[in-house]
């Protein structure tokens, strides 16, 4: 069963960047496809970024698409989320996921859909 540790959250100014990584242990992420959500204080998780199994594939949520950028690295057994020019609405707990690959190139989007999770990291966006 792999363990997910979510790191590089922060303070960060509007239009600022971060780059969230979502580090592996107890198993490879190449076996898996990933995806990263998000929740704001008193609202329900949601979508931000997918990657397939096989890594060539992503997906973004309408609200961060050309911002967010999605990327696995297999060799590091890490998942990255880079987020540019944020917006204070970027701001909830991040939390990167992890679903034992099946379809080489499928994107899940649903978090019903991940069987394994990280704890979360803060990111915050002051304006």
């Known amino acids: 069963q792999v363990q997910l540790v979510e790191s590089g959250g922060g303070l960060v100014q509007a239009g600022g960047s971060l780059r969230l990584s979502c580090g592996a242990s107890g198993g490879t992420i190449s076996g898996y496809a990933m995806g990263w959500f998000r929740q704001a204080l008193g609202k329900e998780r949601e979508f931000v970024a997918a990657v397939s199994w096989s890594g060539g594939d992503s997906r973004y949520a309408d609200s961060v698409k050309g911002r967010f950028t999605i990327s696995k690295d297999n060799a590091k057994n890490t998942v990255y989320l880079q987020m540019n020019s944020l917006k204070s609405e970027d701001t909830a707990v991040y939390f990167c996921?992890?679903?034992?690959?099946?379809?080489?190139?499928?994107?899940?989007?649903?978090?019903?859909?991940?069987?394994?999770w990280g704890q979360g990291t803060q990111v915050t966006v002051s304006s």
């Open positions: 996921a992890a679903k034992p690959g099946t379809f080489w190139s499928t994107i899940y989007t649903q978090a019903r859909q991940y069987a394994y």
